[in-house]
């Protein structure tokens, strides 16, 4: 029996290991924290179920859709309510429905007339030479204008990666964008896609209907840990990975080294400096650690419903950077999923730092939740203390794909391509969502299954290429 070790107890090391455990692999789960689940977060008390990571999950693929009835989860699953129809972007400091079709649009308080103009002449743009790399805003300017960045785009990355459009690039942190442009010569599908995508907080965007599950997002990595159980090994942060003659020796703190036959490197990329890597291109490995990662807090809070003059008749609300809020956006839970709030009681989950603020989150929880509250009070009317509160701060949140991203992605091909058993997976290759985690990890279990080959022992060759089918669908 092939031994494999997970390195990080997140969602991708999690579903890696059970997948592979499922073919008959020995696994071994290292995660350094007291805890699994990674960035996801879901807290109940005293009558609340607030999400203090990712808020929900984009309609599953089929992939994924597998994945949670294999975990038995089918029954539990709660789909985000119809009522709950309405987004929401801050503007001249109200609160401004976003248009959800090209007809609304042209009725709609949020653009100038000029904006307008520019979406539905955005087919008559030429691609011409368009650059190979670009940032998402320079796209944005090129293919329509700075209003439509600044009140459409803008606030949607804060939404996806809480991040700056100025620094992102177009081609790997909106890849839609880029493509169809490239195919098509017109991104107006792909605008109106992201118009109606429901502001899911800082991660957890998406353009499909959201789902999630009675206890919340948490029942994703509690049942994945029930079916690993003694695998799981909390508070063993790797602190060794070597390569050698007889396959990968782990060495993590407080553990004996184990050799094994394959490892998947699932933990954040900025944990890799606190590795020390005894393998070909470990010094090239070692860069993806710079990756930037900015602080995220996510702030839920509690009110009674006569507290709050907004009706709360949506997903929630994003903010345009140039409206200087403090409040990034925020979801209105207990309009999106049932039993977020007690009865007569309302619940809104606020994100604020990323990129646009990184040293409020450096404050305390009191101060916090202070900043957050001048901004409900302005944007959704509230009076009074809140009921509940609960304050999550994330340190280093979430992968950007800035300018010249494309040099990390190689990095981690070449090292997997020089280093046979050893796969590299997690939100920093192919997409920050929770789907995107899941797709990486199915990836990266193909991939090491094709290693060890059908009989369960390393294969003497190489693994194979991402793109082959045994890599399965980027």
């Given at each position: 029996?092939?031994?494999?070790?997970?390195?990080?107890?997140?969602?991708?090391?999690?579903?890696?290991?059970?997948?592979?455990?499922?073919?008959?692999?020995?696994?071994?789960?290292?995660?350094?924290?007291?805890?699994?689940?990674?960035?996801?977060?879901?807290?109940?008390?005293?009558?609340?179920?607030?999400?203090?990571?990712?808020?929900?999950?984009?309609?599953?693929?089929?992939?994924?859709?597998?994945?949670?009835?294999?975990?038995?989860?089918?029954?539990?699953?709660?789909?985000?309510?119809?009522?709950?129809?309405?987004?929401?972007?801050?503007?001249?400091?109200?609160?401004t429905r976003?248009?959800?079709?090209?007809?609304?649009?042209?009725?709609?308080?949020?653009?100038?007339?000029?904006?307008?103009?520019?979406?539905?002449?955005?087919p008559l743009?030429?691609?011409?030479d368009?650059?190979?790399?670009?940032?998402?805003?320079?796209?944005?300017?090129?293919?329509?204008?700075?209003?439509?960045?600044?009140?459409?785009?803008?606030?949607?990355?804060?939404?996806?990666?809480?991040?700056?459009?100025?620094?992102?690039?177009?081609?790997?942190?909106?890849?839609?964008?880029?493509a169809?442009?490239?195919?098509?010569?017109?991104?107006?599908?792909?605008?109106?896609?992201?118009?109606?995508?429901?502001?899911?907080?800082?991660?957890?965007?998406?353009?499909?209907?959201?789902?999630?599950?009675?206890?919340?997002?948490?029942?994703?990595?509690?049942?994945?840990?029930?079916?690993?159980?003694?695998?799981?090994?909390?508070?063993?942060?790797?602190?060794?990975?070597r390569?050698?003659?007889?396959?990968?020796?782990?060495?993590?703190?407080?553990?004996?080294?184990?050799?094994?036959?394959?490892?998947?490197?699932?933990?954040p990329?900025?944990?890799?400096?606190e590795?020390?890597?005894?393998?070909?291109?470990?010094?090239?490995?070692?860069?993806l650690?710079?990756?930037?990662?900015?602080?995220?807090?996510?702030?839920?809070?509690?009110?009674?419903?006569?507290?709050?003059?907004?009706?709360?008749d949506?997903?929630?609300?994003?903010?345009?950077?140039?409206?200087?809020?403090?409040?990034?956006?925020?979801?209105?839970?207990?309009?999106?999923f049932?039993?977020?709030?007690?009865?007569g009681?309302?619940?809104?989950?606020?994100?604020?730092?990323?990129?646009?603020?990184?040293?409020?989150?450096q404050?305390?929880?009191?101060?916090?939740?202070?900043?957050?509250?001048?901004?409900?009070?302005?944007?959704?009317?509230?009076?009074?203390?809140?009921?509940?509160?609960a304050?999550?701060?994330?340190?280093?949140?979430?992968?950007?794909?800035?300018?010249?991203?494309?040099?990390?992605?190689?990095?981690?091909?070449?090292?997997?391509?020089?280093?046979?058993?050893?796969?590299?997976?997690?939100?920093?290759?192919?997409?920050?969502?929770?789907?995107?985690?899941?797709?990486s990890?199915?990836?990266?279990?193909?991939?090491?299954?094709?290693?060890?080959?059908?009989?369960?022992?390393?294969?003497a060759?190489?693994?194979?290429?991402?793109?082959?089918?045994?890599?399965?669908?980027?």
């Open positions: 029996m092939a031994a494999v070790a997970i390195i990080g107890a997140g969602l991708t090391g999690l579903t890696a290991a059970f997948r592979l455990k499922q073919r008959g692999s020995r696994v071994v789960v290292y995660e350094a924290s007291d805890r699994i689940g990674g960035s996801i977060k879901s807290v109940r008390r005293d009558g609340y179920l607030a999400e203090l990571g990712p808020s929900s999950l984009a309609a599953p693929s089929a992939a994924v859709t597998t994945l949670l009835a294999d975990l038995g989860l089918d029954g539990s699953r709660v789909t985000a309510s119809p009522a709950a129809g309405n987004r929401y972007i801050v503007r001249r400091g109200r609160l976003l248009p959800m079709a090209p007809a609304e649009l042209l009725t709609s308080r949020l653009l100038s007339n000029g904006a307008k103009l520019a979406i539905f002449g955005e743009v030429d691609a011409g368009s650059p190979l790399e670009e940032s998402i805003a320079a796209f944005v300017r090129r293919r329509f204008n700075q209003e439509v960045l600044d009140y459409i785009v803008n606030p949607f990355i804060a939404g996806m990666f809480a991040g700056d459009p100025e620094q992102l690039s177009v081609r790997h942190a909106t890849p839609k964008l880029h169809l442009e490239r195919t098509h010569g017109s991104v107006m599908k792909a605008l109106m896609q992201m118009m109606k995508a429901p502001p899911g907080g800082p991660g957890g965007g998406g353009m499909a209907k959201l789902v999630s599950f009675r206890s919340g997002l948490q029942e994703i990595p509690d049942a994945l840990g029930r079916e690993l159980s003694s695998e799981v090994r909390l508070r063993a942060p790797v602190t060794q990975l390569k050698g003659d007889r396959g990968w020796t782990v060495g993590a703190a407080f553990q004996t080294p184990e050799l094994f036959d394959a490892v998947v490197y699932a933990a990329a900025h944990c890799l400096d590795v020390d890597l005894d393998l070909v291109g470990s010094e090239k490995l070692s860069t650690a710079s990756i930037f990662h900015p602080p995220v807090a996510v702030v839920a809070l509690g009110f009674r419903r006569d507290q709050l003059s907004h009706p709360l949506g997903f929630g609300f994003l903010t345009p950077e140039v409206e200087r809020k403090r409040v990034m956006g925020a979801v209105f839970s207990s309009s999106l049932p039993d977020r709030a007690p009865e009681h309302v619940l809104v989950t606020a994100f604020v730092g990323g990129t646009r603020d990184p040293d409020l989150v404050a305390d929880p009191q101060t916090l939740t202070a900043r957050v509250l001048d901004d409900l009070r302005s944007l959704l009317g509230t009076s009074g203390e809140p009921t509940f509160r304050v999550q701060v994330w340190p280093k949140a979430i992968p950007q794909y800035v300018l010249g991203y494309g040099r990390f992605k190689e990095i981690a091909e070449d090292v997997e391509r020089r280093n046979p058993g050893l796969v590299l997976a997690g939100t920093y290759r192919d997409g920050v969502s929770l789907g995107d985690s899941m797709a990890a199915e990836q990266a279990a193909g991939r090491v299954t094709e290693f060890l080959g059908t009989d369960g022992l390393a294969t060759g190489q693994q194979p290429d991402r793109g082959s089918p045994a890599a399965g669908p980027d």
